[in-house]
């Protein structure tokens, strides 16, 4: 090949790699301002979380790792909200009843599946558990499996 020939390919090859540099410098500050923006997401999660909860509530999902939100439809139920992802735990009568699961169609930040769970429970619980995924956990061996009122 004569230079003239080769002056085309090398212009093609530097153009092709500009453009790869251009796209891995925007993926780059793509994926750090996605970090960061995940990082600001928790924290106004977690403010939000901390104004809505009493002093109490706080303590307790700080102390124990969960929050308690009692039923407001069934006396001696009431759910233990994981601070972190996970099942539902469903109390009645200080003995545990279920678990459930629901769970956000996108992801959100850990503090307002906590709120979501706290909010659907209060709001309506009754629609909170149709939509859950729920798991009926055996009663002791010699006792009558209760109906529950869902």
């Not at 092709?16 to 891995?24: D, E, F, G, T």
């Not at 924290?43 to 706080?58: N, W």
């Not at 545990?96 to 209060?122: F, G, S, Y």
């Not at 709001?123 to 109906?147: C, S, T």
Request: charged share 25%; net charge neutral.
């Amino acid at each position: 090949m004569t230079d003239f020939q080769q002056g085309p390919q090398v212009l093609v090859l530097a153009i092709l790699l500009l453009c790869i540099l251009v796209w891995r410098l925007w993926i780059g500050r793509y994926l750090v301002s996605a970090r960061d923006s995940h990082a600001e997401s928790e924290e106004r999660a977690g403010s939000l979380l901390r104004e809505i909860l009493s002093d109490r509530q706080e303590q307790q999902l700080e102390q124990s790792g969960y929050l308690t939100v009692p039923s407001g439809s069934v006396e001696g139920r009431y759910y233990r909200v994981p601070a972190r992802p996970g099942w539902v735990d469903v109390y009645e009568s200080d003995r545990l009843a279920m678990r459930v699961c629901v769970e956000p169609l996108e992801q959100l930040p850990v503090a307002d599946v906590v709120l979501m769970h706290k909010l659907m429970i209060e709001g309506n619980e009754k629609d909170y558990l149709r939509q859950a995924n729920i798991v009926f956990i055996r009663p002791p061996a010699g006792q009558k499996r209760r109906n529950y009122n869902l």
